[in-house]
Nanobody, 123 residues
Framework: VQLVESGGGLVQPRGSLRLSCSAS????????IGWFRHAPGKEREGISCTSKIGTTYYADSVKGRFTISRDKAKNTVYLQMTSLKPEDSAIYYCASPCFADLALLPIVPDDYWGQGTQVTISA
């Protein structure tokens, strides 16, 4: 499934941001879809996953602050981010599949990841 991220930006610490992940052809309801992020000097990491049956998973680093959700009518998966911290700064990507073990990344070609959306948390 081809996914496109949007919604990133520059936000002050403790602020909020909502990221969108849209599919142009396939229905997002047919896939497990996750949010991942890649910060400079760090490995890409999985931070949240929503399964086809509605189960959601969160990395400990974002649990209680981020919420993943689906909007079937808009064919979009969202990541609502609150209480943002400077360490949340990264390029954020959505991708499929995702796994309950968020340490597992989808095995996809490098160009599958696309450009992502930049999130910068700074005063």
């Amino acid at each position: 499934v081809q996914l496109v991220e949007s919604g990133g930006g520059l936000v002050q610490p403790r602020g909020s941001l909502r990221l969108s992940c849209s599919a142009s052809k396939d229905s997002v309801d047919n896939y497990d879809i996750g949010w991942f992020r890649h910060a400079p000097g760090k490995e890409r990491e999985g931070i949240s996953c929503t399964s086809k049956i509605g189960t959601t998973y969160y990395a400990d680093s974002v649990k209680g602050r981020f919420t993943i959700s689906r909007d079937k009518a808009k064919n979009t998966v969202y990541l609502q981010m609150t209480s943002l911290k400077p360490e949340d700064s990264a390029i954020y990507y959505c991708a499929s599949p995702c796994f309950a073990d968020l340490a597992l990344l989808p095995i996809v070609p490098d160009d599958y990841w696309g450009q992502g959306t930049q999130v910068t948390i700074s005063a």
